[in-house]
């Protein structure tokens, strides 16, 4: 049981970093895009960055989760 939990933990970590790498990208190519100009492209990026922001908080709060079975199960 532990083993499945722990490999839980460290996939919704992965899932975590990949949610933030994606979400930092969006935020970066809207930046980029914004200072050029193209308002049209820049309001699809930034709900692209919000949904991948969106997507680590659920990632997070699972892994959160995840850790506190861990820890019940350990005492």
Request: glycine share 4%.
């Amino acid at each position: 049981m532990k083993a499945i939990l722990i490999i839980a933990l460290v996939a919704l970590v992965v899932m975590v970093l990949v949610s933030l790498v994606r979400g930092i990208v969006a935020f970066l190519q809207s930046t980029k895009m914004d200072l050029e100009g193209g308002e049209e492209r820049v309001k699809e990026m930034q709900l692209r960055q919000n949904k991948a922001m969106m997507s680590r908080i659920k990632y997070q709060a699972a892994a959160i989760a995840v850790a506190l079975i861990l820890l019940a199960l350990a005492s």
